[in-house]
């Protein structure tokens, strides 16, 4: 039995469709991005984010429907992402998938956005044994979550204040590097050397499974003021400690995870999940552990509906569809 789905992903700044084939197989991936929009705001504008949704999520879903070489009858069901993100943007997308799955007259199935990001690891990486723990980490959540199997898991950690990605875009608008800060910051710290300047590893020997990056934030903006102050302000450099302290939290914490609750595997997930040198100290600190450690390609850890389409495909096997009265909440 051959299960076309058509995803919706419109949770944050990214207007995304995409169509996937029994879970695994994906036939397109369409992804329309506004970050020169919002650069010069430093940060995603919520009413700007979903003005510019409803302009482009016609043309979005169509471009997907036709690359996948399929017509309107060929799709079994619509899947869109309905929470957490910003309120107005996920209304567009759901607003519109239900006229859609109204419209072709087909089931309509609704996805949580962070089960989104699990299942781009699953979608390839078929294999992975579990337990497994979970890192979520994007620019509005950082979560560790214990997995017993692909649909079976439970909240075992996550930031109290800042998500990591959030952290990464108020200290690259501190120290003037532009946005997205993830990629900013990443690009300056190539230049620069981590130690010149000391930042804390906010929680890191604690035992609770806790994180914390409003404190590292200050913290940078501290150093920064006095290095100005002596005429030794390296942004390079600040750069580099910054990215070293908050990839030191987020790899000790997940592995402080993966041995108190036995772990088999280590997944990471979302956007942040693209860092290079966090991928680099995370596979390092698993093979130390003897843990196989898993990320999706890069195309997939940032927002996109390859993931929604991929995650709905065993509510459509078990027939867990959603009312069209079904809602948008903003929160988990």
């Known amino acids: 039995m051959t299960v076309n789905i058509l995803?919706?992903?419109?949770?944050?700044?990214?207007?995304?469709?995409?169509?996937?084939?029994?879970?695994?197989?994906i036939l397109s991936n369409i992804v329309n991005s506004q970050i020169d929009?919002?650069?010069p705001f430093g940060g995603v504008v919520p009413e700007v984010a979903s003005r510019k949704h409803v302009e482009n999520?016609?043309?979005v879903v169509e471009k997907a429907i036709a690359e996948s070489g399929l017509a309107y009858a060929d799709l079994d069901a619509v899947a869109v992402t309905n929470r957490p993100g910003l309120i107005g943007a996920l209304l567009v997308g759901l607003s519109f998938a239900k006229a859609f799955a109204y419209g072709i007259n087909k089931p309509l199935i609704t996805v949580n956005h962070l089960n989104g990001h699990i299942y781009a690891n699953l979608l390839e990486h078929p294999h992975l044994e579990f337990p497994a723990i979970c890192l979520v980490v994007s620019g509005g959540h950082t979560s560790l979550l214990l997995m017993q199997s692909e649909s079976d898991y439970q909240l075992v950690g996550a930031t109290l204040d800042d998500a990591a990605g959030e952290a990464f875009d108020k200290v690259a608008r501190f120290l003037g590097l532009g946005y997205p800060g993830g990629p900013a910051i990443q690009k300056t710290a190539e230049s620069g050397q981590a130690g010149h300047y000391n930042l804390p590893r906010v929680f890191l020997n604690r035992p609770e499974l806790e994180f914390s990056f409003s404190g590292l934030k200050t913290a940078v903006m501290n150093e920064w003021r006095k290095a100005q102050q002596r005429g030794e302000a390296n942004v390079e450099d600040m750069a580099a400690e910054f990215q070293a302290a908050l990839i030191e939290i987020l790899v000790g914490k997940t592995m402080q995870a993966a041995e108190q609750y036995q772990a088999r595997s280590i997944i990471m997930a979302g956007g942040v999940a693209a860092n290079g040198p966090l991928r680099e100290l995370m596979t390092r600190r698993g093979q130390e552990m003897g843990l196989p450690v898993y990320y999706p390609s890069l195309s997939l850890c940032?927002?996109?509906?390859?993931?929604?389409?991929?995650?709905?495909?065993?509510?459509?096997?078990?027939?867990?569809?959603a009312p069209l009265h079904v809602n948008a909440q903003a929160s988990l």
């Open 302 to 321: 940032t927002d996109n509906a390859v993931m929604i389409a991929a995650a709905a495909y065993p509510k459509f096997v078990q027939g867990r569809f």
């Open 37 to 39: 929009i919002h650069r």
């Open 57 to 59: 999520i016609g043309l």
């Open 7 to 25: 995803g919706i992903e419109t949770s944050c700044d990214e207007t995304a469709a995409a169509v996937v084939q029994n879970g695994r197989h």
